[in-house]
């Protein structure tokens, strides 16, 4: 399969842990996004990389929050001392420049219990 | 910046029928584009449709075509032939020329019934 891959699918956390998500995109994909997601809502912008720089981020996106993406190739979204408020999809999107189809992958649930 | 509404939590249509998802958007840009995602469950959200401002031309793709009234800032999804597969969460989304992230609305969970 070649398209977006997430990983894990799932991680269950305790309040204060700091979790990590990876995002491999699509190999030609010099784009990159992450998305949250909470029940009822629609997907919500949290950063975009284009190859290993990261362009924009989103106010949603505390100082808790960090992504990086070495070498341009693929992307991990940590969150440091969680919180209850954390729990969410994050979804990885990626493309080929900016005028393109964005692919998704299938998501990371996180559960902070 | 982007708005999205979707004005639809939920819909429903019988097999073979045809049903039409509303979307309102607001954007200052000038140049942008629309689109429809499906997110069936648990699967990954994947693209329906997508529409240039500058075309006049409504989009088509299959049994999905949109109706683009930009004076009106409305951007519907018509399904014809609805079959069982079409059962997902739909996401109108906007996007501006000048910058890559998507706004999103709420999502209208489409049933489809046998």
């Known amino acids: 399969d070649t398209g977006v891959s997430q990983d894990p699918r799932h991680k269950i956390t305790k309040r204060g842990q700091n979790v990590t998500f990876r995002c491999d995109p699509i190999?030609?994909?010099?784009?990159l996004y992450w998305y949250r997601q909470t029940l009822g809502q629609g997907p919500e912008f949290l950063t975009y990389?284009?190859?290993?720089?990261?362009?924009?981020k989103s106010r949603l996106l505390s100082d808790r929050f960090s992504a990086e993406r070495p070498k341009g190739s693929f992307s991990t979204l940590e969150i440091q001392r969680t919180e209850q408020g954390d729990s969410a999809m994050y979804l990885c999107a990626s493309s080929w420049g900016g005028n393109t189809e964005a692919f998704f992958g299938q998501g990371t649930r996180l559960t902070v219990v | 910046a982007q708005t999205v509404t979707q004005s639809q939590p939920e819909m429903s249509v019988q097999e073979a029928e045809t049903v039409t998802l509303s979307c309102t958007y607001d954007?200052?840009?000038?140049?942008?584009?629309l689109f429809w995602y499906k997110q069936p469950p648990s699967r990954q959200m994947i693209l329906v449709i997508r529409q240039e401002a500058y075309k006049q031309q409504n989009a088509t793709e299959n049994r999905f075509s949109v109706n683009f009234q930009k004076a009106a800032k409305s951007f519907s999804l018509k399904i014809s032939d609805s079959q069982l597969g079409d059962a997902a969460m739909y996401f109108c989304?906007?996007?501006?020329?000048?910058?890559?992230?998507?706004?999103f609305g709420k999502g209208t969970l489409l049933t489809v019934n046998p």
């Open positions: 954007t200052s840009e000038s140049d942008y584009y």
């Open positions: 990389f284009q190859n290993e720089a990261q362009l924009e």
């Open positions: 989304a906007c996007r501006g020329g000048s910058n890559y992230k998507l706004t």
């Open positions: 190999s030609e994909h010099n784009r």
